[in-house]
């Protein structure tokens, strides 16, 4: 009778869960060691750069309008319409995303995104200075402008020291670290339906 009982008593079946568990949070905690301070950083500056340049053409185009509305100077109207186009640019530019990168090869290089920043920034700082009444413009564009020249003068000495190619590289290795994660948990995954459904015909 006691034979009986001490066969038909169940396995059980939180062992094993418990084991793969531990197990895949190690290797989790093995593989991810956490963000890469240098692609952070990076990452934080591309948004700074972002929003210099929106300011950019923000005040491009407020000049365009002025320019256009009064008549007083329709060539100064179409410079500033390059200059909303080329801002666009370094917008999408710093989002990095493939299919401008893939056209535009120079863009990937910190050294020519910095050029067109510069180029962007002189465009901005071009305009005159109008009357007593529009200062809040005035002040706006040399904000603008001298903000944009600075991030493009990062860019140029950044990409001299080659950190461009070695934010790259990491932001590479980055990319294979999280898609090995990725198979890593789905292999835990399937190991542990596998362990259930042994444990379910043993049952």
């Not at 340049?53 to 309008?65: E, P, R």
């Not at 179409?78 to 917008?91: D, H, K, S």
């Not at 290795?173 to 459904?197: C, F, G, H, I, N």
């Amino acid at each position: 009778m006691a034979e009986r009982e001490r066969e038909t008593l169940p396995l059980p079946p939180a062992l094993p869960r418990a084991s793969s568990s531990s197990s895949r949070a190690r290797a989790t905690a093995v593989v991810r060691p956490g963000p890469d301070p240098l692609l952070v950083i990076c990452r934080c500056f591309s948004f700074v750069t972002s929003l210099t340049a929106i300011l950019c053409v923000a005040v491009n185009v407020l000049s365009a309008v002025r320019s256009f509305k009064d008549g007083s100077d329709v060539f100064d109207g179409i410079f500033r319409c390059y200059a909303v186009v080329i801002a666009f640019i370094v917008v999408v530019a710093e989002t990095e995303w493939g299919f401008v990168i893939k056209f535009w090869k120079i863009l990937e290089y910190w050294a020519g995104r910095g050029m067109l920043q510069i180029f962007v920034a002189v465009m901005t700082r071009a305009f005159p200075d109008y009357s007593s009444n529009q200062k809040e413009l005035v002040l706006l564009q040399n904000i603008a402008s001298y903000m944009l020249l600075a991030c493009g003068l990062v860019y140029v000495i950044s990409g001299i020291l080659c950190i461009g190619f070695l934010k790259r590289s990491r932001q590479k290795k980055e990319t294979t670290r999280e898609q090995a994660v990725k198979d890593l948990e789905e292999l835990e995954r399937r190991r542990e339906e596998l362990e259930q459904l042994l444990i379910t015909e043993r049952i």
